[in-house]
């Protein structure tokens, strides 16, 4: 399945970025991306962090919001399977190949399990193996498609950064987590919310956010200088 710039079902808060995929393919059985909240961060994360990100995952699916993330190692991974240990929970994973091939090979079977309760999304069509580049164009469908983009363990280098930037160029709420860390994860959050990320220790404020008629901060936000 497949979705043009223009078509009806096109998702609206993607279609008001300045660079929308012309077409979005679609492999799922989820349709509907108007509760769609953000998570990324580092392919190594601490095992505290990484079960605080599926724990953040897991409640905000409890809540009928869609996690999106991008099927990468990491943070990816606890994201998208925190959103499915949710009775009804939803995900989207953003992928920057065509929909024919998973990348890595060890989450094939959670990128199947995405496909029958979400959806995995490309502007690829099914088959080319993707560029180096191509990564960090599919950032801007991620944070693109949601409202609020959380931003956990990061070592401040890399596709975090430019995903950082991305939120805020685009006018997504930047929480970042400012909780227990390493030295340099912590140094990587507070030069995030140096320029403009809301900082959050607990689940418990990531909906306070959610709930109220929070002022985006972001379009504050300065560029990442790692």
Known sequence: Y???LYDD???ELLRSIKDPPVVLYHIGNLYDFSKC???SGTRSPSADIANLTQT???ELA???YTIVSGLALGIDTHAHKGAMLAEKGKTIAVMANGLQKIIPKSNYDLAIQISKRGALLSEKNLFPTPQRHDFIRRNRIISGISSLHIFMESSGKGGTGHQFN???EQGRVPLVYD???STNSKTAAKSMIDRGGIPFKTVSEIFDKL???YVNPSLFCQGWVS
């Open 2 to 4: 497949k979705r043009q």
């Open 9 to 11: 079902d096109y998702p």
């Open 37 to 39: 909240v953000a998570i």
């Open 56 to 58: 953040i995952a897991k």
């Open 62 to 64: 409890q809540r009928e």
């Open 166 to 168: 991305l939120a805020c």
């Open 179 to 181: 909780g227990p860390m």
């Open 211 to 213: 709930s109220h008629n």
